[in-house]
């Protein structure tokens, strides 16, 4: 067990908090930090990856400070400012569930102010948090992630590698069928002609800096189990994960919210929201996978509006 930096000891300096987390494999920490005081709006934000960091989320300082939301920053056990046990027997999904759970009771949020917002990998615990512990949460957020990988991965293959050059697209599958991912040649291409179109539409080296701290900050011990080390659809041990007939069981005031240019496909994410007892979908027409960057405005103000709706 580890801190990655010194002085994060400090339990309660400048919001952060430090939070014992209770595994098969023994207790550890994960790191959490408060932004704002409210009694009634009180937002966890799970990362994406599996295996990111709370980093490309800074962009919340821009809006949500001035809209009088409390929210909370959080490494899941692995990342970046949190213990890293590296023990490939943590890295499931219903441990991290109930980390998730150790981590609301830690903070003290429950069912009169308790809002959960994940993004990407976030949203699929997001999604089965809600589905076990649904009568804690006030309003849940699913953010550019569908419900089924199965989905993701046929979207990816029938929408989006077609749009590709096609001879980039050979080059990528012949590095991934050769298992060949540490080759540089393989984030060459996929940089120019996959993320800046559907991760975050702006020129590479426009990259806000919050979102390039995060991304080189991903451990691949937690994103490659979980992932697989393809970019283009799921292999890893979410490779089956599909919870699309098990919506309606969320009973949790539900905002899902998609973009156009996704990694994700919008369609189906409406159709989750339609889905939802208590739905409603947000489209960031000029967003990608990393809306909350390339299609800021709206969608904070669809966020704000949520959270506002059902404080």
């Known amino acids: ?19 014992p987390i209770d595994t098969p494999k023994g207790n550890f920490r994960v790191w ?5 005081n409210s009694p009634t709006m009180k937002l966890l934000l799970l990362h994406g990856g599996p295996g990111a960091t709370h980093e490309y989320f ?34 499931e999904l219903p441990r991290f569930v109930e980390e998730v759970e150790q981590v609301r009771r830690a903070l003290g949020l429950g069912p009169d102010n308790f809002f959960l917002l994940g993004h990407s990998w976030g949203g699929i615990l997001a999604m089965e948090y809600a589905l076990k512990y649904g009568d804690q949460v006030r309003g849940l957020v699913i953010s ?12 990816a293959e029938k929408v989006l590698m077609p749009t590709m050059d096609q001879a980039v697209l050979a080059e990528i599958k012949a590095l991934e069928d050769a298992e060949d991912y540490e080759n540089p040649r393989y984030m060459e291409l996929l940089i120019p002609h996959h993320y800046v179109s ?14 390039n701290r995060a991304f080189a900050h991903i451990n691949p011990d ?35 919210i998609g973009a156009t240019h996704d990694t994700m ?15 409603r979908f947000l489209l960031c027409p000029d967003g990608s996978h990393m809306a909350m960057y ?3 405005d709206v969608y904070f103000r669809g966020l704000v509006g949520f959270i506002r709706d059902h404080a």
């Not at 959490?32 to 704002?36: I, L």
């Not at 949500?64 to 890295?91: K, M, T, V």
Request: proline share 9%; aromatic share 10%.
């Open 32 to 36: 959490t930090k408060r932004v704002g």
């Open 198 to 211: 559907h991760v975050l539409r702006m020129p590479y080296e426009e990259w806000p800096d919050p979102v």
């Open 265 to 279: 496909d919008p369609s189906h994410m409406e159709w989750m929201a339609s889905e939802l007892p208590n739905g």
């Open 222 to 256: 937690v994103y490659v189990p979980m992932q697989g080390p393809s970019e283009l659809g799921v292999r890893g041990k979410l490779a089956d994960w599909d919870r699309s007939g098990d919506l309606k069981a969320i009973k949790t005031p539900t905002l899902v």
């Open 294 to 296: 390339d299609d800021q």
């Open 58 to 91: 800074e962009c919340c300082d821009s809006f949500l400070p001035a809209a009088g939301i409390e929210y909370y920053y959080y490494d899941q056990l692995g990342s970046s400012y949190s213990d890293d046990p590296n023990d490939p027997d943590l890295i």
């Open 144 to 155: 550019n992630m569908m419900s089924s990988a199965p989905e993701y991965g046929a979207y």
């Open 1 to 19: 067990m580890y801190l990655d930096n010194a002085g994060r000891d400090d339990a309660l300096s400048g919001g952060v908090k430090l939070i």
